[in-house]
């Protein structure tokens, strides 16, 4: 068929494409699209000679009929796309003021959908990156709200928001690694792992905390069938590579560290943990010591990250996150990046304000409001 025949059916048959607003969906919602048909159809108006050609032919890419995806990704029948971005994509293809332009952003779309290109260390598909707007990549972060869907909760003083470890892992594991948290608390790591379909290893030095937070997990749903695993030990000294062992575990890909901020909140009377160290030093040696056993049973060139904040003490700001930084830094690791993120306040700490900035201001120093995530990547 010669162009201008095809011309004539693309052109003179198109139905006018009706308009998706009226379909209910907002930018963000997940549209399906026939791979084979939709690839066909851009590799025809790749074909077009001129870009009045071009787009009328893209009058019968705008006419395939989408179904509701789930998440942004490619198979081997379907492609899923947003429909914003989809819509903004093939409006930039329209508006195009010449045909070499408009081909150029055809070529990247076809690329986008036939494509992929993923880090070594994650399913991030880098030929679609404009659709993972849910991803952060700045260091700063503001959260404004916990999580608290599912099992997540609140409850356990001195959590971490489950968003923190699901950003991490979205942009750090790839579907079916093992995650390593040895600071497990009430398991805001596993249960976001569970629904990642990540495998997780939590430790937690009290025995009451580790079968509470077990039980938890086990009643978070578990759609990509991973495995969870729950047990009790000192970080500090247990031997990684043994636990991992009898799991069958060969490495970890990822290993998400949230210690207590040494004494700031007392978690037990263990002589062991880490809010129960004399000193700073003593903390900040302690620390290093969980550091340094999670190393031996993660893999190569992944990523550790800690979550934690500062302390105020004798008139002093007391850098707990620079201070254990440094002393990663003296093991096998870069750093990737430091992570801002806004202090959630505590409900007893809210009717405190007025007091706090009174002793603020009198005592010439400022309040907390921020924590720090360290990423580092194993050398
Ligand atoms: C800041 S909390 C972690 C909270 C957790 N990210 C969550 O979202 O629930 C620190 C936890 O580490 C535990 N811990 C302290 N020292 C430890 C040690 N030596 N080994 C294992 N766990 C320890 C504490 O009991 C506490 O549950």
Same mark, same amino acid.
């Given at each position: 068929m010669t162009p201008s025949a095809k011309r004539g059916v693309l052109g003179g048959d198109a139905v006018p494409p009706r308009s998706l607003d009226i379909v209910g969906l907002n930018v963000d919602s997940p549209l399906s699209l026939p791979k084979d048909r939709l690839l066909q159809l851009l590799q025809g108006c790749l074909e077009s000679q001129t870009i009045e050609e071009l787009r009328t032919r893209l009058l019968l890419v705008k006419e395939l009929q989408p179904g509701r995806g789930k998440r942004a990704g490619n198979t081997p029948e379907v492609v899923t796309v947003k429909f914003g971005l989809w819509h903004d994509q093939l409006r930039q293809i329209r508006e195009s003021k010449s045909l070499e332009r408009g081909r150029h952003y055809l070529k990247r779309m076809i690329k986008s959908f036939d494509e992929v290109k993923t880090p070594s260390f994650s399913d991030i598909n880098l030929c679609r990156w404009q659709e993972y707007d849910d991803l952060w990549t700045d260091s700063l972060w503001n959260i404004e709200r916990r999580d608290r869907s599912g099992q997540h909760s609140g409850h356990y003083w001195g959590n971490f928001v489950p968003q923190i470890p699901h950003q991490l892992m979205r942009r750090f594991t790839?579907?079916?690694? @093992?995650?390593?948290?040895?600071?497990?608390?009430?398991?805001?790591?596993?249960? &976001?792992?569970?629904?990642?379909?990540?495998?997780?290893?939590?430790?937690?030095?009290? &025995?009451?905390?580790?079968?509470?937070? @077990?039980?938890?997990?086990?009643?978070?749903?578990?759609?990509?069938?991973?495995?969870?695993?729950?047990?009790?030990?000192?970080?500090?000294?247990?031997?990684?590579?043994?636990?991992?062992?009898?799991?069958?575990?060969?490495?970890?890909?990822?290993?998400?560290?949230?210690?207590?901020?040494?004494?700031?909140?007392?978690?037990?009377?263990?002589? &062991?943990?880490?809010?129960?160290?004399?000193?700073?030093?003593?903390?900040? &040696?302690?620390?290093?010591?969980?550091?340094?056993?999670?190393?031996?049973?993660?893999?190569?060139?992944?990523?550790?990250?800690?979550?934690?904040g500062d302390k105020y003490a004798g008139s002093e700001w007391v850098p707990l996150g620079f201070l254990t930084m440094q002393r990663i830094l003296e093991l096998d690791f870069s750093l990737k990046s430091i992570v801002v993120k806004n202090f959630e306040e505590t409900l007893g700490k809210r009717s405190q304000r007025e007091l706090w900035r009174y002793r603020a201001l009198a005592g010439g120093f400022y309040v907390f409001k921020h924590e720090y995530v360290f990423l580092f990547q194993k050398k």
């Open positions: 790839k579907a079916g690694d @093992w995650v390593l948290d040895p600071f497990l608390g009430s398991g805001t790591t596993l249960i &976001e792992a569970r629904r990642l379909g990540r495998n997780a290893l939590g430790v937690e030095l009290q &025995e009451s905390v580790a079968q509470e937070t @077990w039980a938890r997990v086990q009643r978070e749903d578990n759609p990509h069938k991973v495995q969870s695993v729950v047990r009790q030990g000192d970080s500090s000294s247990v031997d990684f590579r043994s636990l991992l062992d009898q799991h069958q575990i060969p490495s970890v890909q990822l290993a998400v560290l949230h210690p207590p901020y040494h004494d700031i909140i007392r978690f037990s009377d263990q002589p &062991e943990c880490l809010s129960n160290q004399g000193d700073v030093n003593a903390f900040v &040696e302690g620390f290093t010591r969980v550091v340094a056993g999670v190393s031996k049973v993660l893999q190569k060139k992944r990523h550790l990250a800690v979550v934690i």
